[in-house]
């Protein structure tokens, strides 16, 4: 089941690393779609429909007040802004009437046409998201229960397994990742990109450090600072890069694919050869987790304008996510067991 499982991980590497996403897209050059954009910074007007932070004084100020003032109180906080509504009512009446051509949609600014509602942008990937998060505290909180309150303590009141800091700090950085997902999917802008991108590379990093020190049995302090370390410099190196030097795409996708691989790789191998009781729910979570991944691959229009392959990748880590922390909370009693028999 090990070697099965590297020369499968193997192929979705190279998938992966033969994969490219997109970010000039094909909308963006349409002539239609930026006559209509200009047109509706300079008129206000996409058609029938206009937006009254478009409208400016004779001095170049914008008539009513600011526009984030003149929203519905619910939307404010979304920023949405003259040039990001006229792009988005352009793209939907560009899209309009490619479909009536019969032509297929397009991206536009490197994501496809989605529908807004309530003001978000994405909001299928908001509430998978919001899920996901939910589903994360779920695991992490039972987790706490077992460790702290279920399982035998030591004299001094501490617990018998040996990875319990870890996982605890794995579950906040989960946590935090599915917060800024939801956040990013609600409102696309630079500074939500950047949190989401940070918190999902900081997940990925500490991922990796945590599958490192379980799968070889790392106990020792100084060996895992000095296994850790590396590991910490270069996260959060690459985390500085995106965030003040260049936000570039292709490198963070070399970076998280390396990180995610060699992390599913190692509790692949580990589950093989370890014999652990609960490995089938290790290899159950590795192999979903990497077919979804495939999602993010084979990328397609969503459907209605609402559902797209991000967002089943979204929906397809909610049970995922479920059954890792079942893992976790097996190997907590596991290992508490083992360590009380040898006491014994």
């Known amino acids: 089941m090990a070697r099965w499982s590297f020369h499968w991980i193997l192929a979705f590497v190279s998938l992966l690393v033969f994969s490219t996403r997109v970010y ?61 509504d006229c792009r988005y009512h352009c793209m939907l009446a560009r899209e309009e009437e490619r479909e009536k051509l019969g032509g297929k949609p397009v991206k536009y600014h490197g994501k496809w046409p989605f529908h807004r509602a309530y003001g978000f942008q994405e909001p299928v990937s908001v509430a998978l998201s919001a899920l996901n998060l939910a589903i994360q505290f779920h695991g992490w909180v039972s987790f706490f229960i077992l460790i702290y309150y279920k399982l035998p303590l030591t004299p001094t009141k501490k617990t018998y397994y040996e990875y319990t800091g870890l996982w605890n700090i794995y579950g906040i950085l989960s946590m935090n990742s599915g917060f800024w997902s939801a956040v990013f999917h609600s409102r696309d802008v630079e ?22 020190l379980r799968a070889f049995n790392v106990r020792d302090e100084a060996s895992r600072v000095m296994i850790s370390a590396p590991v910490i410099a270069f996260v959060t190196t690459h985390i500085l890069y995106l965030n003040f030097y260049s936000l570039d795409y292709g490198l963070n996708m070399k970076v998280c694919v390396a990180m995610g691989v060699a992390q599913l790789l190692i509790w692949a191998v580990w589950a093989g050869v370890s014999h652990h009781p609960s490995r089938f729910k290790l290899w159950v979570a590795v192999v979903g987790g990497a077919l979804a991944m495939l999602l993010e691959i084979y990328d397609f229009p969503p459907y209605q304008g609402f559902v797209d392959a991000h967002a089943l990748w979204h929906a397809a880590t909610i049970p995922l996510t479920y059954l890792w922390w079942s893992f976790v909370k097996d190997d907590a009693e596991f290992r508490t067991s083992s360590l009380l028999k040898k006491a014994k």
């Open 24 to 84: 000039a897209s094909d909308g963006d050059g349409d002539p239609i779609y930026k006559a209509c954009g200009e047109q509706c910074e300079k008129t206000g007007c996409v058609g029938e429909k206009c937006f009254q932070h478009c409208k400016f004084s004779s001095d170049g100020k914008p008539e009513g007040g600011p526009w984030y003032l003149q929203e519905p109180l619910y939307l404010q906080w979304k920023q949405w802004d003259c040039r990001s």
């Open 191 to 212: 500074l939500t990109e950047k949190l989401d991108l940070s918190s999902a590379v900081a997940l990925l990093g500490f991922s990796l450090i945590l599958a490192i």
